[in-house]
């Protein structure tokens, strides 16, 4: 089955400064990467995804990168804000509604005001 | 994006009891969810998936006897605990995906505690 490997545990950064977070999968039938942020006591909520037809993907803040080969990818937040502390969760999975998500074991980022 | 609703977002009851919590998709039919257990500060473990009109898929370790899982509608899964007792107590999440763009999303989650 897939196996997904996150780093790092835990970050704190600066306000104002970026963030990065890096995942790693085994199945190379994956295809669909969302990456989710989940605030304590709630459940996660989804920030951004990428596809496997895609290296990057963009929005304000946020950006996620694919490296297929390598079965890599990460979450980079810059300009990071007190309230983007949270954890995130990368997760890898295939685009059949049927099938499970596989996540990491998530990152507790914390942003220093 | 889509909406999961989830209820109740907190139970607590006595050992030995039942406790059932709903899933709903708001906006989308579900043919499938998923149902997640969550212990503090871990990752999210995958208890068991849902699929609508047919039995639930449980995972390796998971008492299907102990966690009832019903989906008997496009928009509804509930999971129940039966028998509850103090290990039970956890963070209890599902999800559901879209069938246009298969993205997933989460109910707030239930903090059950049993006492």
């Known amino acids: 089955g897939e196996n997904v490997e996150q780093h790092p545990s835990t970050l704190s950064v600066q306000e104002g400064d970026s963030a990065v977070i890096k995942c790693t999968y085994s199945d190379s039938a994956s295809n669909y990467f969302p990456w989710y942020k989940q605030e304590l006591g709630k459940g996660p909520q989804l920030i951004i995804d990428i596809r496997s037809n895609v290296g990057e993907k963009k929005d304000q803040r946020i950006a996620v990168t694919l490296n297929k080969t390598a079965k890599h990818f990460s979450l980079h937040i810059t300009e990071t804000q007190p309230e983007d502390s949270a954890v995130y969760f990368c997760?890898?999975?295939?685009?059949?509604?049927?099938?499970?998500?596989?996540f990491g074991t998530g990152t507790s980022l914390t942003v220093i005001p | 994006g889509a909406v999961v609703s989830q209820h109740p977002s907190w139970v607590i009851c006595k050992s030995g009891t039942s406790v059932k919590i709903e899933c709903r998709s708001l906006?989308?039919?579900?043919?499938?969810m998923f149902w997640y257990r969550q212990f503090p500060k871990q990752s999210l473990m995958l208890m068991a998936t849902?699929?609508?009109?047919?039995?639930?898929?449980?995972e390796q370790g998971v008492e299907k006897d102990k966690f009832l899982i019903n989906h008997a509608s496009l928009t509804l899964s509930t999971l129940t605990v039966t028998s509850a007792h103090p290990e039970d107590s956890s963070f209890y999440i599902c999800s559901a995906r879209t069938p246009m763009n298969t993205e997933a999303f989460f109910g707030q989650g239930t903090r059950l505690t049993v006492v």
């Open positions: 849902s699929n609508e009109g047919s039995k639930a898929t449980y």
């Open positions: 906006d989308f039919q579900a043919t499938t």
């Open positions: 997760a890898a999975s295939t685009s059949n509604t049927g099938n499970q998500f596989y």
